[in-house]
């Protein structure tokens, strides 16, 4: 069973998808999936490796292609390809495991270079939004070095705010510390939780379940392309209702 989250009353949910499907070859890895996400909520997705997890997060911008199915940013559907998905998209952002830095850029010119193509900003604002966004996510001082002579969670903290220059609606975040050392995870979901108590609406697909329970509205366990649980951090964790969700809570929560 798929069950579609609350809608705003009037207002369209941030985030929309209804009967989507989608196929790798005979994999069928996202089933009628059905979910609506108000504006402010922080959608947290997890599930075995293979779920469809990661795949439902890339359609959201059509970094994957669907079969079937409606898929709309803010209400407005979002198209196949061309201009209207280019625009759609620059209102979604999205935060890889890997970092997807430009290696030859400077950290500013990575964060300036989407608001100035795309948002047609000046060179001076563009460059006054990133120093600010630099300084909020705890890296101003590093706006002159390049990717590499940076931490992993430096380079990471890079990849968020390159994303917020583009002032998005939504933010995507498909496994955001999963190729991070230990150390340098907190520092990544720190961010996170701060985005998210500023009311941006999220979806994180991530193995980190104290940020699912600490800055998550709602949770969505996902096994064989499906949604199987939705429902708040506290329900899932302390009861969840399918035996797909107990056992896989049995091996990732040690007591």
């Known amino acids: 069973m798929t069950v579609a989250g609350p809608s705003d009353g ?3 949910p941030m985030i929309s998808m209804h009967d989507v499907q ?3 070859g005979t994999l069928h890895v996202l089933k009628n999936i059905r979910l609506d996400v108000p504006g402010g909520q922080v959608v947290i997705v997890i599930g075995p490796s ?3 997890k990661s795949t439902l997060c890339r359609t959201i911008n059509r970094l994957e292609s669907i079969d079937s199915g409606d898929i709309a940013i803010d209400g407005v559907p979002l198209p196949a390809e061309g201009k209207g998905l280019a625009q759609l998209r620059a209102d979604v952002g999205m935060v890889f495991q890997s970092f997807n830095l430009f290696a030859h850029k400077t950290i500013l010119q990575n964060v300036t270079l989407g608001p100035i193509k795309v948002r047609k900003m000046s060179k001076k604002d563009a460059d006054e939004l990133a120093d600010s966004l630099l300084q ?3 890296i101003a001082e ?9 931490s992993g969670g430096q380079q990471q903290r890079v990849a968020i705010a390159r ?7 939504v933010m995507l975040f498909d496994e955001p510390t999963s190729a991070l050392d230990p150390e340098m995870v907190n520092e990544v979901l720190d961010v996170m939780v701060s985005l998210a108590r500023e ?11 104290g940020f699912a329970r600490k800055a998550g509205d709602r949770v969505l366990f996902m096994a064989d392309g499906e949604i199987v649980e939705d429902g708040t951090p506290q329900e899932f964790f302390t009861n ?14 040690t007591h």
Do not use: C
Request: net charge positive; no cysteine.
């Open 199 to 209: 009311g941006m609406t999220m979806v994180v697909v991530t193995h980190e379940m």
């Open 142 to 150: 590093q706006r002159d070095k390049l990717p590499a002579q940076l």
């Open 10 to 12: 009037a207002r369209p």
């Open 50 to 52: 293979g779920s469809g």
């Open 163 to 169: 994303a917020l220059a583009m002032k998005p609606k």
């Open 240 to 253: 969840p209702t399918s035996n797909r969700a107990k056992d896989f809570l049995s091996k990732i929560l």
């Open 136 to 138: 909020r996510v705890g």
């Open 22 to 24: 989608k196929h790798f």
